[in-house]
């Protein structure tokens, strides 16, 4: 017995060393496979593009050799289907995030932007400036998107501090501030939007992406950039704060400004993606389990990986959401939704069975 001991010794860094490579090689192999979802879902739809247009249309506007491309061709690439997918990495990528952090620092398995009411905050705040007008012209879109999504989680917040304070209750809370923000919303849209915004807008409200332009890549792509970075830097007291506040405190860990800190950053990237995309739910539920099972509980290995799932995730869920009932689109959120939920009650169930 006594000679097994630093053969158990051994093996522990070397499953540890183990692991880190696969983060890595899953980020590295993860983000090739969206590099490809995203040059497959371009060519699907009604117009016959093929990869190899894709590449053309690609060379062309990039300034790179020179490649002869029709201008139908250019229009749907470049103009129509390129932003859209891009967006669409941006929307998973960056819920999924918010999905990751939201979990850790609540310590709940639930926890994510939709189920939260994060995203019908936004939703209100969103529509409050454009169907009403209020204050867009200091606020704008996104920033009407952004003082929702703190609103709404101001209020779950506090629910939950007047109740028994447990991550239960938070999920409780989050409920009911979807339920009210949904209710704000319906009630702006149709008292005061006309018939033809009451049909955009409510579309828009159960995630839609079309109509992507260069100018919404450009948003998403910093703001989950921006977002993703500050959340790895942070991994290490994410990792803390899985074990609790006193844990992330003896370890000298700030736990209330991290926590504040972390949670505005997640607000931020939910009302800059509901601004554009809509309230897409369940990514961020559906995305960090999946890339637990794979790569474990370290989020220097989590967030990686789950940046680049997210993002496959949501490409090929609006790839799917637009070809499969053609030429009607089918909002996006409905697509994630119809996978988010059975999930949702599946970890409900689980959670159930644990007590």
């Given at each position: 017995?006594?000679?097994?001991?630093?053969?158990?010794?051994?093996?522990?860094?070397?499953?540890?060393?183990?692991?880190?490579?696969?983060?890595?090689?899953?980020?590295?192999?993860?983000?090739?496979?969206?590099?490809?979802?995203?040059?497959?879902?371009?060519?699907?739809?009604?117009?016959?593009?093929?990869?190899?247009?894709?590449?053309?249309?690609?060379?062309?506007?990039?300034?790179?050799?020179?490649?002869?491309?029709?201008?139908?061709?250019?229009?749907?690439?470049?103009?129509?289907?390129?932003?859209?997918?891009?967006?669409?990495?941006?929307?998973?990528?960056?819920?999924?995030?918010?999905?990751?952090?939201?979990?850790?620092?609540?310590?709940?398995?639930?926890?994510?932007?939709?189920?939260?009411?994060?995203?019908?905050?936004?939703?209100?705040?969103?529509?409050?400036?454009?169907?009403?007008?209020?204050?867009?012209g200091i606020l704008g879109l996104s920033g009407g998107a952004f003082v929702g999504a703190l609103l709404a989680f101001g209020l779950v917040l506090v629910l939950a501090r007047f109740t028994s304070g447990g991550t239960s209750s938070v999920v409780l809370a989050g409920v009911a501030s979807t339920q009210?923000?949904?209710?704000?919303?319906?009630?702006?849209?149709?008292?005061?939007?006309?018939?033809?915004?009451?049909?955009?807008?409510?579309?828009?409200?159960?995630?839609?992406?079309?109509?992507?332009?260069?100018?919404?890549?450009?948003?998403?792509?910093?703001?989950?950039?921006?977002?993703?970075?500050?959340?790895?830097?942070?991994?290490?007291?994410?990792?803390?704060?899985?074990?609790?506040?006193?844990?992330?405190s003896s370890l000298g860990i700030s736990v209330a400004r991290t926590r504040v800190g972390l949670l505005v950053v997640t607000a931020l990237l939910t009302a800059a993606l509901v601004s554009v995309v809509g309230a897409v739910g369940f990514v961020g539920l559906v995305v960090p389990h999946a890339v637990?099972?794979?790569?474990?509980?370290?989020?220097?290995?989590?967030?990686?990986?789950?940046?680049?799932?997210?993002?496959?995730?949501?490409?090929?869920?609006?790839?799917?959401?637009?070809?499969?009932?053609?030429?009607?689109?089918?909002?996006?959120?409905?697509?994630?939704?119809?996978?988010?939920?059975?999930?949702?009650?599946?970890?409900?169930?689980?959670?159930?069975?644990?007590?």
């Amino acid at each position: 017995m006594v000679g097994r001991e630093p053969e158990r010794a051994l093996s522990a860094p070397a499953a540890v060393r183990s692991r880190v490579p696969l983060g890595l090689l899953l980020t590295l192999g993860g983000t090739v496979a969206l590099i490809l979802s995203v040059g497959v879902a371009i060519t699907l739809g009604p117009a016959d593009v093929s990869l190899v247009n894709v590449r053309d249309v690609l060379l062309n506007n990039l300034g790179l050799p020179d490649v002869p491309v029709r201008a139908a061709k250019n229009a749907i690439v470049w103009e129509e289907r390129l932003p859209r997918a891009l967006v669409a990495a941006c929307a998973g990528a960056g819920l999924s995030v918010c999905g990751v952090v939201m979990q850790s620092l609540l310590r709940n398995p639930l926890a994510e932007p939709f189920v939260l009411g994060v995203s019908s905050g936004a939703s209100t705040g969103a529509v409050v400036i454009g169907v009403l007008g209020l204050g867009g012209g200091i606020l704008g879109l996104s920033g009407g998107a952004f003082v929702g999504a703190l609103l709404a989680f101001g209020l779950v917040l506090v629910l939950a501090r007047f109740t028994s304070g447990g991550t239960s209750s938070v999920v409780l809370a989050g409920v009911a501030s979807t339920q009210f923000f949904s209710a704000v919303t319906s009630l702006v849209v149709f008292a005061m939007a006309d018939s033809d915004e009451t049909r955009g807008v409510m579309f828009w409200l159960l995630g839609s992406l079309e109509g992507m332009r260069w100018d919404d890549v450009a948003l998403c792509a910093s703001v989950v950039t921006t977002g993703t970075l500050v959340c790895l830097l942070s991994a290490r007291s994410l990792d803390a704060f899985a074990f609790g506040d006193d844990v992330a405190s003896s370890l000298g860990i700030s736990v209330a400004r991290t926590r504040v800190g972390l949670l505005v950053v997640t607000a931020l990237l939910t009302a800059a993606l509901v601004s554009v995309v809509g309230a897409v739910g369940f990514v961020g539920l559906v995305v960090p389990h999946a890339v637990r099972l794979l790569v474990g509980q370290r989020h220097a290995r989590v967030l990686p990986v789950a940046v680049v799932a997210g993002a496959i995730f949501m490409v090929w869920v609006d790839a799917a959401s637009r070809t499969l009932f053609a030429p009607t689109p089918l909002p996006v959120g409905v697509g994630t939704a119809l996978i988010g939920v059975p999930v949702f009650v599946a970890l409900l169930l689980r959670r159930r069975g644990r007590a």
